[in-house]
């Protein structure tokens, strides 16, 4: 454990405090570690650059980021009563959810890319 | 010589080693098969590491909650890894700047579509509505998604397992989904998988091209923090409408 790892740890759990309390204060129904991530963004535009550091540890979290799911989705114990009861419901809305989301966002971006000139008008109107 | 073992169990059930240890271990195995089988979408490592320790935690007739105890150390840095999500999120906007409204565009109706649909199938099937606020946020990555369900009244570790499930459907179908209905478009290609399915159909989209891959990483953050803000209304809308 050497120096850069702790800034770097520093620095990311100063944005998720930050961005806790940003979102009592204001009572924003965002997730705190969500407003951190924005505020983290912010400070790299301001910046103009991933500091080495930085770039380097956050790397090496985002790697491993499934390990972290798994004790949340451990939980599942909890809910098998809950699961079993909605399998239906939940498998259906999980299958059909999906499939529409790929379709409609793949067609949309597609569809924007090809009509650059007449977006970047309604860009302008907003 | 029982009694000395049971004495120890005994010991070790009740401190947090065991099932930090546990978890991580467990991870390492599914891992290790995930890696072995050549990144079959099937073998989730995280499917796999579950499946081990919830058949060793009903084996040892441990609960959730002293599994957890453990286990939250690890379950602590979801939040500083959202924070890191920015990283990435700040590379690909630097690099897709260009296409901005397009992109905005395809966000905004992806992130609703997701939401609208996945919520209103749920509900017409009859799911009871913290059923239904877990299964808004499938499409965000875990953190993320975890973050969404407490707010707006779901179940967190039930979301953590439907985005999971989510995330492996799109990584298996989301390419033969895009062909079917026409979408030839790398940047369309990956902005899709990574909106509906987060990092699993991110990385499902880098085998697709290095462009898809990078779409696919952006679409991931952008739909986070679309759906952070969206969910919330959205289910404060439908609460209103369906659960009057």
Redesign the interface.
């Given at each position: 454990m050497n120096n850069r790892v702790i800034l770097t740890?520093t620095i990311?759990?100063a944005?998720?405090l930050a961005?806790e309390v940003i979102t009592l204060l204001l009572h924003l129904?965002?997730?705190?570690?969500?407003v951190?991530?924005?505020?983290?963004?912010c400070a790299?535009?301001v910046r103009g650059h991933?500091p080495a550091d930085?770039?380097a540890v956050?790397?090496e979290?985002?790697q491993n980021?499934?390990?972290?799911?798994?004790?949340?989705?451990?939980?599942?114990?909890?809910?098998a009563r809950?699961?079993a009861d909605?399998w239906?419901?939940?498998s259906?809305?999980?299958?059909?959810?999906?499939?529409?989301?790929?379709?409609?966002?793949?067609?949309?971006?597609?569809w924007?890319?090809q009509r650059?000139a007449r977006?970047?008008k309604?860009?302008e109107n907003q | 010589m029982m009694a000395a073992t049971r004495e120890i169990w005994v010991y070790l059930a009740a401190s947090p080693l065991l099932h930090l240890t546990m978890t991580l271990v467990a991870y390492l195995v599914g891992d290790y098969l995930f890696r072995k089988s050549g990144q079959k979408a099937l073998l989730n490592p995280v499917l796999i590491a579950v499946a081990i320790l919830v058949g060793v935690l009903l084996a040892t007739e441990v609960s959730y909650a002293t599994y957890f105890e453990g286990a939250q150390f690890v379950h602590f840095l979801l939040g500083p890894a959202t924070v890191a999500l920015a990283v990435p999120l700040y590379r690909q906007f630097e690099r897709v700047r260009h296409s901005g409204v397009a992109i905005l565009v395809a966000l905004l109706a992806g992130s609703l579509t997701a939401l609208l649909s996945a919520t209103l199938i749920a509900w017409a099937l009859g799911a009871p509505q913290a059923v239904v606020a877990s299964i808004a946020p499938k499409s965000v990555t875990t953190p993320i998604a975890m973050g969404i369900a407490e707010q707006i009244g779901g179940l967190p570790s039930l979301t953590a397992v439907l985005v999971i499930l989510t995330g492996i459907f799109g990584s298996m179908f989301g390419t033969s989904i895009l062909a079917r209905v026409g979408v030839h478009d790398a940047d369309a290609q990956g902005f899709a998988l990574g909106l509906a399915s987060h990092g699993i159909g991110t990385a499902r989209a880098l085998q697709v091209s290095e462009v898809a891959g990078a779409f696919s990483a952006l679409a991931m953050g952008l739909n986070g923090l679309a759906t952070s803000l969206l969910a919330p209304l959205l289910v404060h809308l439908l609460r209103q409408w369906l659960w009057p």
């Open positions: 740890f990311l759990l944005c998720q961005g129904s965002v997730p705190g570690p969500v951190g991530m924005v505020i983290l963004f790299l535009l991933v930085v770039a956050s790397g979290l985002l980021l499934s390990l972290l799911f798994v004790p949340a989705g451990v939980g599942v114990m909890l809910h809950l699961l909605n239906q419901a939940l259906l809305a999980l299958v059909l959810s999906t499939i529409v989301t790929i379709a409609v966002t793949g067609l949309m971006l597609q924007a890319k650059p977006h970047a309604e860009g | -």
